[in-house]
């Protein structure tokens, strides 16, 4: 799939946007803080409702106005689809074919994307909490079932926290929050283990290819395992739960731990190393995607190259398939040095305003 226009006004600094990029290769460049980062921080909102930068959506709003604009034309292997995401006065709207969607949420899958920000690398060295954004973000998009249970779980979540966090908490009501949350987070711990079975390999791959020799390796953390009692596990840590006043087992515990050369990624490796970890589960989840739904999903690249030395910098550009659709942004115009023979289109952006050269 790939994007064959990009309208976009008063979202952040972007103004009067109107693009349509190459279906190969696309780099954006310009200098800091002229709007590159945001235009495919627009892409990623229009088709995930999310920002990688921000949960306070009014940040997203260009200064001084009420409301932003953004429209894509998005060529399928089987069809063409329009999606257009506004926000006026707090209040945001999506349409697909210039159908109004009911829920946020109805959107997810329509066009899929990959996205990789300097601040990936914390799916390496940061918290769990961020590796655990990214199995929700990926498996929401392709497995409505997933993403049922996910809403399901963080419901009856809340409400036994609510329950905890009084001076008596009701054993027979606790019991009853147990049972829903072994009902819905069953289903989340099932579906994460496979798709990191499933992630795994391709990762192994895309890392070799972007580190030569160096080796890495996945292993999903599940809190409770998907052999274990979840309900046993929950009724055991209640009187803990209680004293604490919030559910401590369950998925939203879980983690995945990366490994290079059998040592942890988040202590032990370089910051190299780590990026091209981050990098390597991104060119992983293209397959991944691709072996769901038939064809690639459209890749974005923002200043991947900063931090990377030229050899893993080449080597990335030669992983990712002729196939994708690739927006890349940079301070640098010319990458022919990586791109070889590969057919590309450069935009220059400045002061929010994005021209083709």
């Not at 959506?57 to 409301?67: I, K, R, Y």
């Not at 963080?154 to 009084?166: A, G, H, I, P």
């Not at 023979?341 to 083709?356: C, H, L, N, S, Y």
């Amino acid at each position: 799939m790939d994007i064959t226009r990009f309208k976009c006004t008063a979202f952040r600094c972007l103004s009067d946007v109107d693009i349509s990029p190459s279906p190969a290769f696309n780099v954006i460049y310009g200098g800091n803080a002229q709007g590159k980062t945001s235009l495919l921080e627009a892409i990623l909102f229009a088709t995930t409702s999310k920002s990688h930068r921000t949960t306070q959506e009014s940040d997203l709003v260009g200064h001084g106005g009420e409301g932003f604009q953004i429209h894509l034309d998005v060529h399928r292997q089987d069809r063409t689809i329009q999606l257009d995401a506004n926000m006026y006065r707090g209040a945001k709207r999506f349409k697909v074919n210039g159908i109004a969607q009911s829920r946020v949420s109805d959107i997810l899958g329509k066009i899929n994307t990959v996205f990789f920000s300097p601040e990936d690398i914390t799916l390496v060295k940061g918290s769990a909490s961020q590796r655990r954004k990214f199995l929700d973000m990926e498996l929401s998009q392709l497995h409505a079932p997933y993403l049922m249970a996910l809403q399901q779980y963080r419901q009856v979540l809340r409400q036994r926290n609510e329950l905890l966090r009084r001076n008596q908490a009701d054993p027979a009501m606790l019991e009853i929050w147990e049972e829903q949350l072994a009902q819905h987070g069953g289903l989340l711990i099932e579906h994460r283990h496979e798709f990191i079975e499933e992630l795994t390999p391709l990762a192994v791959e895309a890392y070799h290819g972007i580190a030569g020799a160096e080796t890495l390796t996945l292993q999903y953390l599940a809190d409770i395992g998907p052999s274990d009692d979840f309900v046993g596990v929950l009724a055991k840590a209640r009187q803990t739960d209680i004293r604490r006043k919030v559910t401590t087992r369950g998925p939203h515990r879980d983690d995945i731990e990366f490994m290079i050369d059998g040592q942890p990624a988040r202590s032990k490796a370089s910051q190299g190393q780590q990026k091209s970890a981050a990098l390597a589960l991104k060119l992983a989840e293209l397959e991944w995607v691709k072996q769901r739904v038939g064809e690639y999903p459209v890749l974005m690249l923002d200043e991947v190259l900063a931090e990377l030395d030229p050899e893993r910098s080449q080597q990335l550009f030669k992983a990712i398939p002729h196939e994708v659709q690739c927006i890349i942004t940079t301070t640098q115009p010319q990458l022919d040095d990586l791109l070889q023979d590969r057919p590309v289109m450069v935009f220059q952006i400045e002061q929010g305003k994005v021209t083709a050269t």
